[in-house]
């Protein structure tokens, strides 16, 4: 027997104590829990819209769930969400207003369908149900775009993320006549949902989604779309379904791949990487580690020996395996070769999974300073980095060996410059 939409819906582990504490109430389940329900999904976000009495019913629930009830304001209406352990519900109250009214002002006539909790019941005044049928994406009203372009990168998610959902063509056109506006929308909310989409595979949809309504490059002005795109079907094959943060900052690798491959030499590449990961952290769409992690695979270089394939582990952690597939995508590396590579990485990183977790020197400051007889500066910086290549490279392993290592450089060159310890030293 197929299962119900309201039965669908009343699974999600605050269905029931939200029914129960709305009483004779009339709630509705409304937005992406109905679409989900109708779609044969699990509900992951429970709305409920009401027409009062939304704050007493938020704070009721939370006292039936030991929960907790917080406010987060609106216009007008008023909305509440109540958290309990890993699972949240949002209500809606619409201050008196109509049902009709609430579902007019979302974006999408999939969006826009409720669900009665009581009954059963469904409304659906703009075709919402027929839409999810013939998998469009269609605005419930075209005005909705300008009156909060955030919904332009909802538009590109839900394309992007609902299987084999088309938009309509002045969908289409209204949300790329939107978007322009999306500088005026608060850089967080952006942020947001850029996350939401790049997250998922495969990318070249996701950027694809976002070029199909102008807002690539209106989000990533330094974007080469044609490039890009290139890109992202190479990572899709040679990444897999990998999602999450790792896909994430595949996705920023590869924008700031696709625009700091113009110089020629590696330091050029590096340097223009670091000034894009840093425009990245200045506008707000990403945060400084986030930048940071994403400049390092977007310059990330394929290995050849097994000194090369240290550092590579060193350097990328437990990210090695995106950092190959970004790699990979970028530089159009043969599949047969990256497979080569990806085995030798996983033999190494077998044999030694401490190469996973070699970020600090055996040494800390103080005491490198104090065996160089110099004060803190460029000298004791360089010779802590020689440390983590030599640890790297499996040469000295505790304290010890790390404190006789600088001692027997100093006693080679003679010297307490910072080039004593960028050279060959790694040779010894």
């Known amino acids: 027997m197929e299962t119900s939409p309201r039965d669908r819906i009343l699974r999600h582990p605050l269905a029931t104590a939200t029914v129960e504490a709305a009483g004779g109430l009339a709630r509705h389940a409304v937005g992406g829990t109905v679409r989900d329900a109708l779609l044969g999904f699990e509900t992951r976000d429970l709305d409920i819209s009401v027409a009062e009495s939304g704050e007493a019913l938020a704070k009721s629930i939370a006292r039936a769930v030991a929960g ?25 109250d619409r201050r008196g207003g109509s049902l009709r009214a609430d579902l007019a002002r979302r974006d999408l006539t999939i969006n826009s369908i409720a669900c009665d909790l009581a009954g059963g019941d469904l409304d659906d ?13 269609r605005a419930t009203r075209l005005d909705c775009f300008e009156r909060d372009p955030l919904r332009v990168l909802r538009l590109a998610r839900f394309h992007h993320t609902l299987a084999n959902f088309e938009i309509d063509l002045d969908t289409v056109a209204a949300a790329r006549t939107a978007c322009p506006n999306l500088s005026e ?18 990318t070249s949809r996701a950027f694809g989604s976002l070029e199909g309504l102008g807002a690539l490059t209106v989000v990533f002005p330094e974007a080469q779309p044609q490039t890009l795109l290139a890109q992202a079907e190479r990572l899709d094959r040679a990444s897999g379904t990998a999602e ?14 696709s625009d700091a491959k113009a110089p020629q030499n590696q330091a050029s590449v590096e340097d223009r990487a670091a000034s894009l990961a840093s425009d990245f952290e200045r506008r707000g769409l990403a ?94 910086g360089e010779a802590l980095r020689a440390l983590v290549r030599q640890q790297i490279l499996g040469r000295i392993h505790s304290p010890d060996e790390a404190r006789d290592y600088l001692r027997k450089r100093v006693e080679k060159t003679g010297e307490y410059s910072a080039a004593t310890w960028s050279a060959p030293a790694d040779a010894d």
């Open 287 to 380: 945060t400084r580690e986030t930048s940071r992690r994403a400049a390092r695979l977007a310059t990330a270089r394929l290995p050849e020996n097994d000194d090369q394939r240290r550092f590579f582990l060193a350097a990328h952690g437990d990210r090695w395996p995106m950092a190959v597939a970004v790699a990979t995508a970028r530089d159009a590396t043969p599949l047969d070769r990256t497979e080569a590579i990806l085995a030798a990485l996983e033999r190494l990183a077998e044999i030694h999974p401490e190469l996973l977790l070699l970020t600090t020197p055996l040494l800390d400051g103080h005491e490198t300073a104090g065996i160089l007889g110099v004060a803190p500066g460029p000298e004791v």
């Open 185 to 202: 929308v608060a850089v967080e909310r952006i942020r947001d949902e850029l996350g939401q989409i790049l997250s998922v595979p495969p």
């Open 125 to 137: 005044p703009f075709g919402g149900r027929s839409d999810l049928g013939s998998r469009i994406l």
């Open 244 to 257: 999450g943060k790792d896909r994430l900052l595949a996705a920023l690798a590869l924008l700031i791949a």
């Open 68 to 92: 907790t009830a917080i406010a987060l304001g609106g216009d007008r209406f008023s909305s509440y969400r109540v958290v309990a352990g890993a699972h949240h519900v949002d209500i809606w």
